[in-house]
T-cell receptor, first 115, second 113 residues
Framework: NAGVTQTPKFQVLKTGQSMTLQCAQD?????MSWYRQDPGMGLRLIHY???????DQGEVPNGYNVSRSTTEDFPLRLLSAAPSQTSVYFC??????????????FGSGTRLTVV | KQEVTQIPAALSVPEGENLVLNCSFT??????LQWFRQDPGKGLTSLLL?????REQTSGRLNASLDKSSGRSTLYIAASQPGDSATYLC????????????FGKGTHLIIQP
């Protein structure tokens, strides 16, 4: 099925460990982004990319790195996990064409717990 | 900075009722507004996308309206069913880049059988 695929679905990390959350889309969308969802805080933008080789920070980028080597993939790296990074992470992609923006498609999420 | 507010935060109604969920945004310079549904422990499913030039969009029993000048959008659900129980999120798209999508905190809807 076409869409946004995130792996893993669940992950438990110890404080200080590093890991990469994977995100891939097969819709040839130029724009990709990462959000975290926390109770009472809603979804907040971490990092985004407007195309291969181009990334930038969102609202809450500290502690996370991203890269975009291909149009399809946009991994999110946690450098040294902290309990404050316990959250649900969503990857999203979007396409803007001549007729405007066609809306965002979200992955199913990665539930991360840092102990 | 765009801010999105959803009212009410929670709603419980008997099956069969028509209901309205409200979404307001502070910056009217949006490209579009998107309504999502989120089931517990699941991802976001797009329900309706309204472009800034449109007034409303319909999909089955769902109808979403947009009034940019007043900074408001509503999601109307007709003949509610227990399967409609979920959290409904609205998100304003103010542009690409760091603007991205600004989300409300959602309305948690319970439809009683």
């Amino acid at each position: 099925n076409a869409g946004v695929t995130q792996t893993p679905k669940f992950q438990v990390l110890k404080t200080g460990q590093s890991m990469t959350l994977q995100c891939a889309q097969d819709m040839n969308h130029e724009y990709m982004s990462w959000y975290r969802q926390d109770p009472g805080m809603g979804l907040r933008l971490i990092h985004y990319s407007v195309g291969a080789g181009i990334t930038d920070q969102g609202e809450v980028p500290n502690g996370y790195n991203v890269s975009r080597s291909t149009t399809e993939d946009f991994p999110l790296r946690l450098l040294s996990a902290a309990p404050s990074q316990t959250s649900v992470y969503f990857c999203a992609s979007s396409y803007t064409g001549a007729m405007g923006n066609y809306g965002y498609t979200f992955g199913s999420g990665t539930r991360l717990t840092v102990v | 900075k765009q801010e999105v507010t959803q009212i009410p935060a929670a709603l419980s109604v008997p099956e069969g009722e028509n209901l309205v969920l409200n979404c307001s945004f502070t910056d009217s310079a949006i490209y579009n507004l998107q309504w999502f549904r989120q089931d517990p422990g699941k991802g976001l499913t797009s329900l309706l996308l309204i472009q800034s030039s449109q007034r409303e969009q319909t999909s089955g029993r769902l109808n979403a309206s947009l009034d940019k000048s007043s900074g408001r959008s509503t999601l109307y659900i007709a003949a509610s069913q227990p399967g409609d129980s979920a959290t409904y999120l609205c998100a304003a798209h103010s542009g690409g880049g760091a603007d991205g999508l600004t989300f409300g905190k959602g309305t948690h809807l319970i439809i009683q059988p």
